[in-house]
Nanobody, 126 residues
């Protein structure tokens, strides 16, 4: 069983920054990929960023490209999401997700992930 615990959310003004953390109960050099998702009220959960174990390949959603950065610290079993130039439309609950092995699916397909954290709330408002 893998446990994921997110932190770092909060309230920030537009243009501000936050860094989210996701601490795992297992080594993060094991999963096929690690990702961040978000879900706004009455909307579907959407992929924000993913980092693959092989080659460290990274993808971002178009809506956050150039503003968000996903990184991994294996020594601390921690996945990060640095969020800069935040906009009101970034307001959502943010989740980290763990995918054990390869599957024929898009990186943003929520069904492909095996474990999820409880989420951390990000609110961007003036």
């Amino acid at each position: 069983q893998v446990q994921l615990v997110e932190s770092g959310g909060g309230s920030v003004q537009p243009g501000g920054s936050l860094r989210l953390s996701c601490v795992a109960s297992v080594s993060l050099d094991r999963p096929y990929s690690m990702a961040w998702f978000r879900q706004a009220p009455e909307k579907e959960r959407e992929g924000v960023a993913v980092r693959y174990r092989i080659g460290g390949l990274i993808y971002y959603a178009d809506s956050v490209k150039g503003r968000f950065t996903i990184t991994l610290d294996n020594a601390k079993n921690t996945l990060y999401l640095q969020m800069d130039s935040l906009k009101p439309e970034d307001t959502a609950m943010y989740y980290c997700a763990y995918k054990q092995a390869y599957s024929d699916s898009w990186w943003y397909d929520v069904r492909a992930y095996n474990y999820w954290g409880q989420g951390t709330q990000v609110t961007v408002s003036s």
